[in-house]
């Protein structure tokens, strides 16, 4: 139920669902054509209505992007995404570009590739009679308010699958629609923290640390797009959308995977920190170098063979302390120690030459730049050259799964803040100028001069 203030006739109500539901079946057949006209975006002809702000929604609509759906991205008409003043570094705009400040911000153009900037405000009645809509002619909406926050707005699932009884709504939060916890604002930091992860990553006499990148949100968009392909193959038996509740605090205790299962199998706690060690395998963690560090994964007696032979100690292949699995777990000081006096002894570059071919698993310790300049990472095509249409040139990091027919792929780059609105509004909505312009004038929405 609308507010007061919001209780806003759509225009023409009874037309919106009427052809809400012949847009429904117009949409599985352009989806279809246009599938058949592009097998390599399987998702070419689905709409996306993204009203997600940071990182877990934005990640979760870019992979839906990158198959070929189109995404249109709702921003705040003057701040945008809060991720676009979370800099530096910045992508600096072109001097010609028309746009001021200091740029785009790395971490927007992170996960808003192959998406339309809508800038519109939905405290004004008139930009929650846009996105109604919108959402009668899209497939899916994902949002990551607060449980509930959105209903004032007539934006919630029970009021737009009344429009659209087709649309697929997925709802991301920090702890879901439901239980004591579900009011809770929530970043990945705290989640990681209260549901696990954090009591596990760090070293193993040091303080609990969070991991280096924001892997529950992440995870938790993951999830959630894949929950949303499900949903699409739902809909084309049943005819119906759904809503999908998506919580990071779910998606980080289901993905402590093995951790969890031993402790819910034997009943007691984990076993807390290792750094890069295993609790059960040794020799199997990182090791410094006369430059760095490489990591060696002795996984059973015969890989622990290898790297005997290979550190230049043969002599430990049989010495009962060391020989079994079991013995080098008990022993697991004394031997890592061993270990690391020789490994100090070569660069990381030697060690990899000397154990190259040889069948033991082991790695280099790279950092972020070494990455993104690896012969292996662009031998698979993983970082990209994209032109953003303020700042020229960039490189992305690409979509990161091959398929023998579909190559989801960077179509566009990541949306200067009401890049799309102009366009939108009239292609989709068929508003005129002097429309587009009243609304401007209110402050409803803005657009820039891309």
């Not at 919001?6 to 847009?23: E, F, G, K």
């Not at 949409?27 to 592009?38: V, Y």
């Not at 709702?74 to 910045?90: C, F, K, L, S, V």
Request: glycine residues 10%; proline residues 6%.
């Amino acid at each position: 139920m609308l507010s007061p203030a919001l209780r806003v006739p759509l225009r023409a109500p009874s037309l919106l669902r009427s052809s809400s539901r012949r847009w429904f079946t117009g949409t599985t057949a352009r989806a279809s054509s246009a599938a058949a006209a592009d097998p390599t975006l399987p998702l070419q002809g689905y709409r996306v209505l993204d009203m997600t702000r940071v990182l877990a929604g934005p990640y979760c609509t870019q992979i839906l992007g990158d198959l070929g759906a189109e995404v249109i991205k709702i921003e705040h008409p003057t701040r945008g995404d809060d991720t676009r003043a979370w800099g530096p570094p910045y992508a600096p705009y072109k001097p010609d570009s028309g746009v001021e400040g200091p740029g785009e911000s790395a971490y927007f153009l992170a996960v808003n590739r192959n998406k339309k900037s809508l800038a519109l405000s939905f405290q004004d009645p008139a930009g929650v009679s846009i996105l109604h809509q919108l959402a009668a002619k899209c497939d899916i909406l994902v949002e990551n308010y607060i449980p509930g926050s959105l209903a004032k707005y007539g934006m919630d699932y029970d009021t737009l699958s009344a429009i659209n009884p087709g649309l697929i709504y997925a709802s991301i939060t920090g702890y879901g629609q439901t239980g004591p916890y579900s009011q809770r604002a929530g970043y990945d930091v705290m989640v990681e923290a209260e549901f696990g992860l954090m009591h596990i990553t760090g070293d193993r006499d040091g303080p609990p640390v969070k991991v280096g990148v924001a892997v529950t949100d992440l995870t938790t968009g993951l999830y959630t797009s894949n929950s949303i392909m499900a949903a699409l193959l739902g809909r084309a038996k049943t005819g119906k959308g759904q809503h999908i509740d998506a919580a990071l605090s779910d998606c980080q205790t289901a993905t402590l995977a093995n951790i969890a299962s031993s402790v819910l199998i034997s009943g007691e706690k984990d076993t807390g920190r290792w750094g890069t060690a295993h609790p059960s395998i040794v020799p199997y963690k990182s090791f410094e170098t006369a430059d760095g560090d490489i990591l060696f994964g002795g996984g059973n007696d015969r890989l622990f063979g290898i790297l005997c032979d290979g550190l230049g100690r043969p002599e430990w292949k049989d010495d009962p302390k060391y020989k079994i699995n079991a013995a080098r777990v008990a022993n697991r000081d004394e031997l890592e120690g061993e270990i690391e006096t020789i490994t100090k002894t070569k660069t990381t570059q030697e060690w990899l030459g000397i154990f190259e071919g040889k069948g033991l698993p082991y790695a280099a310790v790279n950092d972020v730049l070494a990455t993104l300049t690896h012969e292996h990472t662009l031998a698979r095509n993983m970082v990209v050259e994209t032109e953003h249409p303020a700042c020229g040139p960039m490189k992305l990091v690409n979509s990161p799964v091959k398929y023998s027919q579909a190559k989801p792929r960077v179509r566009s780059a990541p949306p200067v803040l009401g890049q799309h609105t102009d366009q939108i509004l009239r292609g989709h909505l068929g508003m005129s100028d002097d429309e587009i312009r009243g609304l401007k004038d209110r402050g409803v929405i803005s657009s820039s001069k891309q």
